[in-house]
């Protein structure tokens, strides 16, 4: 019943689950041939990995993010945040909102097949060009931008900041706010290519201006001359960042019965100006909203529904 009414049907069980149940996109499209139907799965419903187990560090490792990520000199990492678990989730919801937008058009509904390790190799995707420019293998960088130089981040008195510095005009700026002008001539590091060259070098002299400034004395020469930069913040001064606050993005993290925490979390990203989004409350406890669906949504009485319960059906 709640598939003749419903619009999305999202699942990330192992292939061939929801067939072995009955409740294949098939099945539910002769239900309700608007139905959109989303798996979201480690290698997709296709393929030889098709039945492979997949978690976030698994992923990151066979869709290249782990290869390109981590010092040359050091082994593969996996990035901080769980990206091979968010990212699919992310591409899950631009697949859906579209399948939505098509069946308002066609009147029809969608199957989409989301594979996780397809979602992180997107992410890949200039690294793997490289192999076709004969760059080379995409190799680890740290934090260096394999492309620009000095891109990167850098010790301060007392913490670390991140600078970009990218065309021949920004260069020639940036010399000058750190008083060294004698580079601007210097064939070493005249143009891009040359200072990709002598990367090393070019970051051993930032280095050393910046480890004898405090993050703040730092940050106001470099921001004086409007050279890209920003302080690298802990999480807790992250919680803390007045851009966050000013848009409502650092929010105390409710608990499903209402109390308050006093745990700080993220709030929405996307603001709308016509449309306000936010979380509407904390995820439900087991079984909350389930009047609200069967008595509500699928019109059962209140009789019907306790006997559901009482054959432990809900």
């Not at 030889?48 to 698994?58: G, I, M, S, V």
């Not at 060009?129 to 492309?147: E, I, K």
């Not at 730092?218 to 000013?246: G, H, M, N, T, Y």
Request: glycine fraction near 10%.
């Amino acid at each position: 019943m709640l598939v003749a009414k419903g619009d999305v049907v999202l699942e990330n069980f192992a292939p061939g689950t929801m067939e072995g149940f009955g409740f294949d996109y098939p099945a539910l499209k002769a239900i309700n041939p608007r139905i959109i139907f989303c798996s979201i799965s480690g290698y997709g419903q296709s393929g030889p990995y098709r039945d492979r187990t997949a978690f976030d560090l698994t992923i990151q490792a066979t869709s290249g993010i782990m290869a390109v990520t981590g010092f040359p000199d050091g082994p593969p990492l996996r990035c901080g945040p769980w990206i091979g678990d968010l990212i699919p989730a992310l591409y899950g919801l631009s697949g859906i909102l579209s399948a939505l937008i098509s069946r308002e058009k066609t009147g029809q509904g969608e199957r989409i097949d989301i594979s996780m390790q397809d979602c992180g190799f997107s992410m890949i995707m200039d690294e793997a060009l490289d192999l076709l420019v004969s760059r080379g293998v995409p190799t680890r960088q740290g934090n260096r931008n394999p492309r620009a130089v000095p891109w990167s981040t850098f010790p301060t008195k007392d913490g670390n900041i991140a600078i970009c510095v990218y065309m021949n005009a920004n260069w020639k700026v940036f010399l000058e706010a750190i008083h060294r002008e004698d580079w601007i001539k210097d064939p070493r590091f005249k143009n891009l290519g040359d200072r990709l060259k002598n990367a090393a070098e070019v970051e051993a002299m930032v280095m050393e201006w910046s480890q004898n400034l405090s993050t703040e004395e730092a940050l106001r020469i470099l921001r004086e001359k409007k050279i890209p930069c920003d302080p690298v913040l802990e999480v807790k001064e992250v919680l803390e960042d007045p851009q966050l606050k000013s848009r409502g993005m650092i929010q105390e993290l409710m608990h499903p019965l209402g109390s308050r925490t006093g745990v700080k979390t993220a709030g929405f990203p996307i603001h709308f100006s016509e449309l306000p989004a936010d979380y509407p409350g904390p995820a439900p406890s087991l079984g909350q909203h389930n009047e609200e669906i069967y008595m509500g949504l699928l019109g059962f009485s209140k009789e019907k529904v306790e006997q559901l319960k009482r054959e432990g059906i809900v």
